[in-house]
């Protein structure tokens, strides 16, 4: 039961470098989102997806882009990264909504930008 | 801005002994969850809280939503290692949103 994966676990970047942090799901969840978590802190909405083709600004989406072209699939693009972009970055799906329904995370991906 | 404001931020006790976490906010929520999460990890959900008033227990848990569903408390009795973790609550604004609040880091010393 593969849940939420998420790649690569760890990456470090250069000032300026771009790349992008994988999410995919095996659960045919409709929902998803990606959130940030810098050290000790609560988690940072930057975007999320309520279905395929469907895209929208969280809390803080500046410096990221996202797609959404399968219901699988949900990949976040950094580009010209930045030291605030240095984070614990959590993919998280879930089937109804979060009115009644739980985010399911993945483990988590940590960037460092140096 | 944070919308939910989490007290304490950092609380470490004595194996046996009872606390509370409090969760705060000025806005209100369609529902309300509890996560914890352990480090390395992503947070995994406790409980969520649907109606104003609403008190929910799981096992040693207890979970209140205020009744302007504004603000929620958790309960822990005889705290155990175990309850050791990042606990968060985040609320609903509407059914695509979930906002987390600032976290309550929890230590239980044996």
């Known amino acids: 039961n593969a849940g939420v994966t998420q790649t690569p676990k760890f990456r470090i970047l250069k000032i300026g470098q771009s790349m992008t942090l994988q999410c995919a799901q095996d659960?045919?969840?409709?929902?998803m989102y990606w959130y940030r978590q810098d050290p000790g802190m609560g988690l940072k909405l930057i975007y999320y997806?309520?279905?395929?083709?469907?895209?929208d600004k969280g809390e803080v989406p500046n410096g990221y882009n996202v797609s959404r072209s399968t219901t699988e699939d949900f990949p976040l693009r950094l580009e010209l990264a930045a030291p605030s972009q240095t984070s614990v970055y959590f993919c998280?799906?879930?089937?109804?909504?979060?009115?009644?329904?739980?985010?399911?995370f993945g483990e988590g991906s940590r960037l460092t930008v140096l | 801005t944070q919308l939910l404001e989490q007290s304490p931020q950092f609380l470490s006790i004595q194996e046996g002994e009872n606390l509370t976490v409090y969760c705060n906010s000025s806005?209100?929520?369609?529902?309300l969850q509890w996560y914890r999460q352990e480090p390395g990890e992503g947070p995994v959900l406790l409980v969520t809280?649907?109606?104003?008033?609403e008190v929910k227990k799981l096992k040693r848990l207890t979970f209140q939503f205020g009744d302007a569903r504004k603000d929620s408390s958790l309960h822990i009795t005889a705290a155990q290692p175990g309850d050791t973790g990042l606990y968060l609550c985040?609320?609903?604004?509407?059914?695509?949103?979930?906002?987390f609040g600032t976290g309550t880091r929890l230590t239980i010393i044996p």
């Open positions: 998280a799906s879930s089937p109804v909504g979060v009115n009644t329904g739980e985010l399911f």
């Open positions: 659960m045919n969840h409709n929902y």
């Open positions: 997806s309520v279905g395929a083709g469907i895209t």
């Open positions: 806005s209100v929520f369609s529902s």
């Open positions: 809280v649907v109606t104003g008033g």
């Open positions: 985040a609320g609903a604004l509407g059914n695509e949103k979930l906002t």
